[in-house]
């Protein structure tokens, strides 16, 4: 079946280091990418994605690339913030089934030192 | 602009006990989801309704049953609670109408089972 699979964390950067987190996929056909966020305390909400292959996504200063050849949708930021610490999620929908569901990996904690 | 609402946020149980987790969405969304998120196993469906009066199983359904009530409202029962059910549960609701359709996620309900 679909699965994602991302770096285990926790991540510990010094602010404005470069980020990256790593995140591959196992699917059938050709299914959309998603990177979530979690907030302490809060629920998850998306960051960034990617609906078809060398689609990049982008916001806040992330970056991802739908990359088909390497089955891979990596998590990039030039300069991380205190702000960016959280915990990131990488996800599939597989598109096929009338619910299209959503399968996420297990997470990257993310923690960023002043 | 409310979005996906779940109640109650926090939740003691005995166990045997019995309860329902509560979830409402108010952007016309037809496709909604229950997940559990537990340390370092990041997030796992437990039922998914594609419409109104449509449920099915996820990865982890033993021990729960869900109600499409309407299409706003999606109820998550569990009847007879064990500690192994403590968790963190998310609803969450998308369009369902492709796999490039955002998810968006209630504040999470914390349940913990004794």
């Known amino acids: 079946g679909d699965s994602v699979t991302q770096m285990e964390g926790p991540v510990t950067l010094s602010e404005e280091a470069f980020l990256t987190i790593n995140c591959t996929y196992t699917?059938?056909?050709?299914?959309?990418l998603f990177w979530y966020v979690q907030y302490p305390g809060e629920g998850l909400q998306l960051l960034l994605k990617a609906t078809k292959a060398d689609d990049k996504g982008s916001n806040k200063g992330f970056e991802a690339t739908y990359r088909k050849e390497t089955t891979s949708f990596h998590l990039e930021k030039g300069s991380v913030q205190v702000s960016d610490s959280a915990v990131y999620f990488c996800a599939l929908s597989d598109g096929y089934s009338s619910a299209s569901k959503i399968i996420f990996g297990s997470g990257t904690r993310l923690s960023i030192r002043p | 602009n409310a979005g996906v609402t779940q109640t109650p946020k926090f939740q003691v149980l005995k166990t045997g006990q019995s309860m329902t987790l509560q979830c409402a969405q108010d952007m016309n969304h037809n496709s909604m989801y229950w997940y559990r998120q537990d340390p370092g196993m990041g997030l796992r469906l437990i039922y998914y309704?594609?419409?109104?009066?449509?449920?099915d199983k996820g990865e982890v359904p033993n021990g729960y049953n869900v109600s499409r009530l309407n299409k706003r409202e999606f109820s998550l029962r569990l009847e007879s609670a064990a500690p192994s059910q403590t968790s963190v549960y998310f609803c969450a609701s998308t369009d369902g109408g492709g796999s490039g359709n955002t998810i968006y996620f209630g504040e999470g309900s914390w349940l913990t089972v004794v």
């Open positions: 309704s594609a419409s109104e009066g449509t449920t």
């Open positions: 699917a059938t056909g050709y299914p959309s």
